[in-house]
């Protein structure tokens, strides 16, 4: 079965960039359209960026711009390269199919922007 790894996150001061990636530890993803989410205020997890299988992205409007979603089904990864981080970005980042299944939700990488 699927298990989705989430890392690099971590400290950084307003304006500065982070690289996300999130790896099938097991399996591969088999699915169309992977994506990244994060909590947002009312504590559900919104969906943040997006990517399909054709190369297809969304993104959420407040990250327009900054976040860069990519994937490589090769080597079955997803990376989210975060641009000009903002304090209101700082939360904790999942990855995991569009639409989101329980059974694939990981830890998360803790993403915090600050000074």
């Known amino acids: 079965q699927l298990q989705l790894v989430q890392s690099g996150g971590g400290l950084v001061q307003p304006g500065g960039s982070l690289r996300l990636s999130c790896a099938a530890s097991?399996?591969?993803?088999?699915?169309?359209?992977m994506g990244w989410y994060r909590r947002s205020s009312g504590k559900r997890r919104e969906l943040v960026s997006s990517?399909?299988?054709?190369?297809?992205?969304y993104y959420v409007q407040s990250v327009k711009g900054r976040f860069t979603i990519t994937r490589d089904d090769d080597r079955n990864i997803i990376d989210l390269q975060m641009t000009n981080l903002k304090p209101e970005d700082t939360n904790v980042y999942y990855c995991?199919?569009?639409?989101?299944?329980?059974?694939?939700w990981g830890q998360g990488t803790q993403v915090t922007v600050s000074l």
């Open positions: 995991n199919r569009v639409p989101d299944e329980d059974k694939f």
């Open positions: 990517i399909g299988r054709d190369g297809s992205t």
């Open positions: 097991t399996g591969s993803f088999e699915f169309s359209r």
